[in-house]
Structures are given as structure tokens and as C-alpha cells.
């Protein structure tokens, strides 16, 4: 037996290994986008001797085994379990877990882009709407309500908080900091659930004035199975959820227009059209510049919303107290552009920045 | 090419393999030098394609000189082929290595022209030149010293220096190392078996041990706000995971080497478990103080010279091993910061040895590791200025705010695991329990199935680190 069995085993062992792995990935089927990590995967480098010369074929040709390998999925997995339960990592890719929820990792506290994102905005106001009745609010990520209590390091969030209070001076803060809890956010994703939201938009709504123009008369609709963002980075078998998005006759009537594509279309956009990510439902996800028109509305008024992705799900929210929406992501359009497009003296119109703590921590982006 | 890379792992390899054994079917030799002089030179096309030409170059100048020399050994002529022999490669590792260091360095004295500057810091490093060039001058010296013979088949000179499992970054295999290997070699099952352990042990060690330490590494915070525990687990981190890279992929090509049946020296002998730097050295890139000992220190005379003499032998080589590591000043510095210690230890450590007590040991083992890791903290730098903010923040001291205090006690608890695992697997004791366990189980046949499990899970395992991360860089490329 052990003669039969000494130094074959291992080299039988290893070689199918190699081998098996090498014939699968040639020549077993490729899948062109990878549903889990919301991503296209790499294809199959061109050869040419200009690629050979500046090595991009080599790391190019990595990049597409690594994309490629089989059971890619399967191993990442493995490899998550192995640095949390035998390396005893609390975070693998910087997601960490706790009761269930996914959490990104973000530390610490970046006061230089903080800061940067105050200046920013209040330059928008002075160039755009110097005497405009404006308002800020500031959404926490999920750490806010995850990482401290948990043992999780995160940024300092009060010091945030002041630190955008004391450069945004002629600007009205709303504070919606507590009406949120965790329970308000997806497991799996970064963002906040539409059908949560209503304390936090009658905040919002009793200091700009709108409060009395919101309705609670909506119809869930949901997406059965939602996979958030963290789902693929944790590479962990977490389970999906549903997504909701609330409907009644005025968001059915809303319109909205892009800038980029030059469409316009219902303000929530079928699961097909949100593509990777179904969060995109709302609003068609991230776009530059937006027209949202809601024939319904109670009011002539007219909102501009300075947002990122939390603006997406919240907004349509608003449409019983405003006419017109335009929504700006300045981070795919520059606020040197802004004129150009919108009307920032019309009349009735209020502004409101809304921007997340993970992006007021990374404002680079902003342009 | 990285060994760690599934175009290395899942093609590369497969691919030697079988070419390797249809070669093998013919009893000459040749066919399989042939087939590993081919397929290194694509291991080394795919990372440098260029500088292929560069090596190969080298070698046939090598070649021709080497048997020019071996010709006219007794004249004038023989001497000045062997000069030029041992400093044409000499010269281009200066040029390609050194060039920019020293303009920079002299730029105070000399005013160069602005071009020269420019042109000096375009010039970019050969992969694993400084490994190749020391391979290729060992043999010139051995051959003219007679301690080997002139190799006058070119196909085996080129498969010696191009030789893929240590071509880019050691061991530093001498020619005499695997001279007969070269001509005449038997790959039998337990050559293969225990390469492919081997090897499997230090891909192991690279891609779950030193790639993981080198991500706690990169995200740890800067010196001034770490705290005291993180600064010493930071240092610690930074030599295991040079140990872990460099000795995983000493292994890497120990095992490879294995495979195709040649029989490289070691590299590493468990260094951290050194009793004093000196026998740290021992234990640490063998090949590399073997070839300084060899072709530079005894040279110059060794010990056998007058004390100011010795010492300045001992400068040299160590501020020579400094500076191949790395053009910079932190590299010399390292180098000479162990010069400082091993003069100290041979002068006056020589009195105590012999009459060391058990607290004595302990001591003599704590100053290793604190030596260890400033040194390494020097090392791993990319200047000075950096090296010794890392080297402050080990003192007590600093005040920290309670955020920071956090994120610090976070880094560390997040890491606790791997530099556990890194501590222990850095001394013999895996291996030594290893042995007892299958001495006690007496069953060959378990011990050879659980090789080869271990193998597959590392595979495995290594496998799903690479597709999920790009951390994958080997530290002793850059050398």
C-alpha cells in the first residue's frame, strides 16, 4: 500500500490539480459579467507586439484567468472564511458583519475633504444662488449606526457634524441623524430603504417647509431578490432581500430627464433597465444631471437637490410638495457647468444638499 | 513571470511539465536543458522582454571570455579576459543599478548636466540582474581559481545562469552548486514529490503568510498616530513579511529546482531563532553571505589580518551587502548597522560564549529580535527619514486621542491572527511537531496523504487569495 501509494499521491494530487484547473479555463465557458461583484469580466487580451513590448498582454492575460478561473465564486468564498475563522480577521475586503448587516469599513475621519466638501458646496452657493434659501443635511453611512458599538473602528461623526456646521454658517442644517437606525438601511448594501424613510423625510420636510404637503399613501412594490454592493466585496453567501419602492399616483405620473441620455421616462425604471445593481430602480441610479417634473404636485415650487446615491431613494418622496425637482451629482458633472443647464433664479425655488458622510470623507470625487 | 500568478501556477507550469517529460523520453540530456533554457527564457521574456537580450548578452560575453581565458590562462591575455569577465557584468549591474544613486548622491560635488540626471533616472532595473550577475561572476572566478571546470557547452552555461526557479531572485546557486547536474541528472518520484512539497510550502508562505502581512503593512497609519503596541506590531509584521516573501519564494524555487532534479543549496535556516546576529546570518540569504565570505571577505585577507584591517574587511562587506540590496541609503545603513553588531559580537561575544546562563540566552535572543526588527524597519523604508519616524514611534511617549487609540487597537486585534501564525511558523516548531506526530501515529501511508491534502488546500487556498486580491508583489524583485 505505501508503496503504491508514497510520492504518487502527491504528484497525482498536484498535477490534476494544475492540469484540471488549466483545461477548464480554457476551455470551458466564460461568462462575460460576474452578477455577484456587479462587474464585466476582463476578455481575452489582443495580442500585438506593441502589447508584448509594454507587457499590458501579460498583465492583461492575468487579469482574464483571474476573472476567469473556475469556480471563482466558490474560492473567493473560501478564502473569506479562512481570514475570518482562521486568521480570525474581523474584516475580509473591509466588510465586516455584525447581527446580519454588512459594514465598509471607513476610518478615520478625513477633515482636509471634509472640509474641501464644505468649501465646495458653499462655493455652488455663492456663485449660483448667493441669496437662495438652502439647506443641508448630512446622511449617515451604516458605520454610524455599526462600527463604534461593535467594536469597529470609524470616523468621527461629531466631529463631522461640527466641522460642516462651522464652515456652512448661512445655510440651514437639518439634522436627521436621529431618525435613522439601522434597521432603515439594507443588509447587503450601502444604502438606505425608501419605505424607512418617512421620519426622515417629514424631518426634512418640517424645516424647509413642506412637511404638510407629505403623504404616507403609497404602495409597496418589491423586488423579491436584492444583492447589495457589500454582497459581492464580502464574497460571504449572504442572503438577498427584498427591495422596495413605494409608488402612488404622483410619483406614476413624475417624469424624469437625463441629461446625459436625453430621455425622459417613469421615475422608477424597470428591473431589466437597472441592470447590475436593482438600487438603480430609483431614479435610474447615478446620472449627472436630472429633471424630475411631477404634474401632481401640491405646490408651483421648485427644489434643486445637490446629492449622491441617497438623494436617488429619497427623493421621489418629495414629489407632492414640488413641481419641479433638478437633482446634481457634481460628481459626474462639473459645478463650473451648473449654468449652463440649470435655472438657479427661478422663483420659489429652494435648494437642498444632501450628501452622504462616506462621500463628505472622500470629496475628491466631487468636481 | 511571478511564481505566484495563475498564469505561472495553471500554464506555465503544466506546460514545463510536459514538455519537460516528452524531453525526458531521450536519454540526452540536452533535450532537456534545451527545453528548460527555452521556457526560462519565456519565464523572463514575460516579465522583462527587452532586457531578455540584456542576460543573454552576458552570458555569451561570459562564454567566450571564459574560454578565452581558460586558453591563454598563463599570459597576459588569459588575466585580462578574466578581468574583463568579472567586470562587464559588474559593470552593467552599476550601470542599470547604480547610475542614478550615485549621480544623485554626488549631484553636491559634481554638478552633472541636467540630461545626465535625466537620463540616469530612466534607466530602469533589469529583473533579478543582481541575482543573475552574481551567479555568472562566481562561475568566472571558480574557473580561473580551478575550482571548476570551463563549461564548454553554451546550451549548459545558459540553462545554469537562465535557469527559471532562481533566476530572478535566488538562492544565489553557485555553478558548482549544480555543475554536475547540469551534464548528468536523474529525476526520480521522490525528487518530484518533494518538490512539489516544497514548493507548495513556500507558495504558502508568500501568497496566505507574507501577501496578508504585507496588506496589515500598507494599512497601517503613519508613525506619529499608531500608539505604542501597533509601532511594535508593525515592525513585527515588517520582517516577517520579508522573511515569509523571500523565504517562501527561496522555497518556491528550492521546489522547483527539485522537480526538474537539480539540488539547490538553502536559503533560510529558521534565522529569527538566532541565538546572535552572527549566527543570524547563518541562518539568513545563506547563498548571499556564502558568496560575500567567499569572493570578497577571505579575498581581502578575512580575520587572518591586523584588528583595523579586519574590521575594515568586515565594512566593506557588509556596506557591499548593503548595497546590493538596494540603491539607497537606507540599504547601506542596514548593512553597516549589522557591520556595527557583528564587530561588537566577535570582539567581545567570544569571551561570553560558552559561559552563558539561561537568562543569558534569553537576553542574547531578545537582542537579536530588537536588532531584527530596527533593522528592518531601515530596510523596508524608502528613506531614512521614514526609518527612524518608524523607529520613534517604537518609544513611549506619544500622546494619542482616543479615535486614534482605537483604530490602532483595531489594526492590531485585525491582524493578531496572521502575525501569530507568522511568529510561530517563523521558528521550527511546526515542523518539529510535524515529525512527532507521524513518529507517534507510525503510519507512512497517513503522513503521505496528509502531504498531500496539505498541497491541494495550499493550492487551493493561494489560489483563492490570488483571485480575490492584488496584493502580490515579491519584495526581492527590486534587487
Avoid at chain 1, 435610474?284 to 401632481?296: D, H
Avoid at chain 2, 496589515?216 to 511594535?232: C, I, K, M, T
Avoid at chain 2, 553588531?341 to 567581545?348: A, D, P, R, V
Avoid at chain 2, 519616524?389 to 518609544?395: G, Q, S, V, Y
Wanted: proline share 3%; glycine share 6%; net charge neutral.
Amino acid at each position: 500500500m505505501l508503496k503504491f501509494i508514497k510520492h504518487n499521491i502527491i504528484i497525482l494530487g498536484f498535477s490534476c490539480c494544475i492540469t484540471g484547473f488549466m483545461l477548464t479555463l480554457v476551455f470551458g465557458g466564460k461568462q462575460t459579467s460576474s452578477v455577484s461583484e456587479r462587474r464585466k469580466l476582463a476578455t481575452f487580451p489582443s495580442l500585438s507586439v506593441e502589447s508584448l513590448q509594454d507587457q499590458s498582454f501579460m498583465e492583461d492575460l492575468e487579469a482574464y484567468f483571474l476573472d476567469h478561473f473556475p469556480l471563482r465564486d466558490g474560492l473567493r468564498r473560501i478564502k473569506a472564511y479562512f481570514a475570518y475563522d482562521v486568521l480570525g480577521q474581523l474584516e475580509n475586503n473591509d466588510i465586516y458583519m455584525v447581527n446580519g448587516y454588512a459594514g465598509k469599513l471607513e476610518y478615520p475621519l478625513n477633515e482636509t475633504s471634509v472640509t474641501r466638501a464644505a468649501e465646495k458646496m458653499q462655493a455652488i452657493k455663492e456663485q449660483y444662488f448667493p441669496e437662495g434659501e438652502v439647506y443641508y443635511a448630512i446622511v449617515p453611512d451604516k458605520n454610524y449606526l455599526l462600527a463604534e458599538q461593535n467594536g469597529y473602528p470609524s470616523i468621527d461623526y461629531d466631529r463631522l457634524e461640527t466641522r460642516m456646521q462651522e464652515q456652512l454658517k448661512d445655510m440651514t442644517y437639518i439634522d436627521i441623524w436621529d431618525t435613522l437606525s439601522i434597521e432603515d438601511y439594507y443588509t447587503t448594501d450601502t444604502h438606505w430603504r425608501q419605505e424607512c424613510l418617512e421620519e426622515t423625510v417629514v424631518r426634512i420636510g418640517e424645516k424647509m417647509g413642506f412637511s404638510q404637503y407629505l403623504t404616507n399613501d403609497y404602495e409597496r412594490q418589491e423586488i423579491a431578490e436584492f444583492y447589495g454592493v457589500y454582497y459581492g466585496q464580502s464574497a460571504l453567501p449572504l442572503s438577498s432581500e427584498p427591495l422596495y419602492y413605494l409608488t402612488n399616483e404622483t410619483t406614476q405620473a413624475a417624469t424624469q430627464w437625463s441629461l446625459e441620455t436625453n430621455k425622459t421616462q417613469p421615475i422608477h425604471i424597470s428591473e431589466e433597465e437597472a441592470g447590475f445593481d436593482k438600487y438603480n430602480i430609483f431614479l435610474s441610479g447615478a446620472q449627472a444631471l436630472q429633471r424630475i417634473e411631477s404634474p401632481l404636485a401640491k405646490t408651483e415650487n421648485r427644489l434643486i437637490v445637490f446629492r449622491d446615491s441617497f438623494g436617488s431613494s429619497i427623493v421621489p418622496l418629495f414629489l407632492e410638495a414640488y413641481k419641479e425637482i433638478i437633482l446634481i451629482d457634481t460628481r459626474y458633472i462639473s459645478s463650473a457647468l451648473l449654468g449652463d443647464y440649470v435655472d438657479f433664479e427661478a422663483k420659489n425655488t429652494q435648494v437642498l444638499f444632501l450628501y452622504n458622510t462616506l462621500l463628505l470623507n472622500n470629496s475628491s470625487m466631487l468636481k | 513571470m511571478l511564481f505566484s500568478s495563475i498564469t505561472f501556477l495553471y500554464f506555465f507550469l503544466p506546460t514545463v511539465f510536459i514538455l519537460y517529460g516528452i524531453a525526458s523520453i531521450k536519454q540526452d540530456i540536452t533535450w532537456r536543458n534545451l527545453v528548460l533554457w527555452v521556457m526560462s527564457c519565456l519565464f523572463y521574456a514575460w516579465g522583462e522582454p527587452v532586457y531578455l537580450f540584456l542576460m543573454l548578452a552576458q552570458i555569451l560575453v561570459v562564454y567566450g571570455l571564459t574560454y578565452l581565458m581558460e586558453k591563454k590562462r598563463e599570459s597576459v591575455a588569459g588575466k585580462v579576459c578574466f578581468a574583463l569577465s568579472v567586470l562587464i557584468p559588474f559593470a552593467s549591474l552599476f550601470y542599470f543599478k547604480y547610475t542614478g544613486f550615485f549621480m544623485n548622491t554626488l549631484t553636491s560635488w559634481l554638478p552633472w548636466p541636467e540630461s545626465w540626471v535625466k537620463y540616469a533616472k530612466g534607466i530602469t532595473l533589469p529583473i533579478g540582474i543582481s541575482f543573475y550577475t552574481f551567479q555568472l561572476t562566481s562561475y568566472c572566478i571558480d574557473v580561473w581559481r580551478g575550482r571548476v571546470k570551463l563549461q564548454k557547452n553554451l546550451l549548459s552555461l545558459m540553462t545554469y545562469v537562465a535557469l527559471f526557479p532562481q533566476l530572478i531572485a535566488g538562492p544565489i546557486v553557485r555553478y558548482s552548486d549544480i555543475d554536475r547536474e547540469l551534464s548528468k541528472r536523474k529525476t526520480t518520484k521522490e525528487d518530484v514529490a518533494e518538490g512539489i512539497v516544497r514548493f507548495s510550502i513556500g507558495l504558502g508562505k508568500k501568497v496566505l503568510i507574507a501577501n496578508v502581512l504585507g496588506e496589515f503593512v500598507a494599512e497601517v497609519v503613519a508613525p506619529e498616530v499608531r500608539g505604542l503596541a501597533l509601532s511594535w506590531g508593525y515592525a513585527a509584521a515588517v520582517s516577517l513579511q520579508i522573511y515569509f516573501d523571500f523565504s517562501g519564494y527561496s522555497d518556491m524555487a528550492i521546489g522547483l529546482g527539485r522537480m526538474f532534479g537539480f539540488h539547490f543549496p538553502e536559503n533560510f535556516h529558521y534565522p529569527f531563532i538566532s541565538g546572535s546576529l552572527t549566527e543570524f546570518w547563518r541562518r539568513w540569504h545563506m547563498t548571499l553571505g556564502g558568496w560575500f565570505r567567499d569572493y570578497v571577505y577571505i579575498p581581502m585577507g578575512g580575520n587572518r589580518v591586523k584588528k583595523v584591517r579586519w574590521f575594515f574587511n568586515l565594512l566593506t562587506v557588509w556596506f557591499l551587502t548593503g548595497l546590493w540590496h538596494g540603491a539607497g541609503w537606507n540599504f547601506i545603513i542596514w548593512g553597516l548597522f549589522f557591520a556595527f553588531f557583528l564587530i561588537i559580537e566577535k570582539e567581545f561575544g567570544k569571551r561570553a560564549e560558552g559561559k552563558r546562563s539561561l537568562i543569558g540566552r534569553m537576553l542574547g535572543h531578545v537582542y537579536v529580535l530588537l536588532a531584527i526588527l530596527i533593522s528592518f524597519l531601515i530596510f523596508h523604508a524608502e528613506n531614512m527619514e521614514i526609518a527612524l519616524r518608524d523607529i520613534k514611534a517604537m518609544l513611549p511617549g506619544a500622546s494619542l486621542d482616543r479615535a486614534q487609540l482605537e483604530n490602532a487597537s483595531f489594526m492590531l486585534r485585525n491582524r493578531f491572527g496572521i502575525l501569530l501564525i507568522a511568529v510561530i511558523g517563523s521558528t521550527p516548531l511546526p515542523a518539529l511537531l510535524w515529525k512527532r506526530v507521524f513518529a507517534w501515529l507510525q503510519k507512512d501511508v497517513v503522513e503521505e496523504i496528509a502531504k498531500a491534502v496539505g498541497v491541494i488546500v495550499i493550492l487551493l487556498l493561494s489560489t483563492a487569495y490570488l483571485i480575490d486580491g492584488s496584493f502580490n508583489p515579491f519584495l526581492y524583485f527590486r534587487f
